[in-house]
């Protein structure tokens, strides 16, 4: 028998609880069974909220409508959750409920296992992501100075650094958040883990939005010649 390494994707929950296991910075919330469940997330999680759901098929949620922003009272949230629900086949197996982040600059932090040599991308995420591509490669393993280094020599770091008047950020908090996603990636058997955005403040950053990609080892028989 032969073995070779293939992937999979975990959903976004599973990826925020390995996440928020190993020390990473990521918004608060769980999964929910149904409205009442989501109602009573809504008073956990502060009374302002987000419903999505959480499955490995599902990538890029605005894409397929599969999240609600902004939830702020009991009519809202069930009928988010019956919505989503809908969406799911009637299941809603997994409707994920998460605090709302407080708003800033939004920021893409990605590790990757899979190229010559690891590597670790910070730069500016969101929306901004693919109009920009600004980003800075650092390759892996790498510490919290060299990321915030390489994050400050992007050409948007000024909305970094509080350019145009604007209130600096926490840089470092950034810097060692992106510092433990890069371990995570060498020490886990991952191929993947992408945080976009990461919410970056002047109290620290948090990943809203995350997705990890874990190896497996499958095995192949082998056939004579």
């Known amino acids: 028998m032969l073995t070779h390494p293939m992937s999979f994707t975990l959903s976004e929950h599973e990826s925020k609880e390995l996440l928020r296991g190993a020390g990473v910075s990521v918004v608060e919330g769980r999964l929910v069974r149904d409205q009442d469940d989501a109602v009573a997330a809504l008073a956990e999680l502060g009374g302002h909220i987000a419903l999505k759901l959480s499955a490995p098929a599902i990538q890029h949620k605005s894409d397929v409508g599969a999240i609600e922003l902004g939830l702020r009272s009991e009519a809202s949230v069930r009928a988010a959750f019956a919505r989503l629900a809908a969406l799911d086949g009637g299941t809603a197996t997994s409707v994920l409920a998460e605090r709302m982040a407080a708003p800033g600059v939004e920021l893409i932090v990605a590790a ?31 510490d919290a100075n060299r990321i915030e280094a390489a994050l400050r020599s ?72």
């Open 154 to 225: 992007l050409r948007g770091s000024p909305l970094l650094t509080g350019g145009r008047g604007t209130a600096p950020v926490d840089v470092a908090a950034v810097a060692r958040l992106a510092e433990r996603v890069g371990e995570l990636v060498i020490e886990e058997p991952l191929e993947l883990i992408e945080l976009n955005p990461v919410f970056a403040g002047v109290d620290g950053a948090v990943a809203v939005d995350a997705t990890a990609r874990r190896w497996v080892e499958t095995a192949t028989r082998a056939v004579a010649a």
């Open 112 to 142: 990757r296992a899979d190229a010559i040599v690891p590597a670790l991308v910070v730069g500016l995420g969101g929306i901004w992501t693919e109009v920009l591509t600004d980003v800075a490669i650092v390759p892996l393993p790498a």
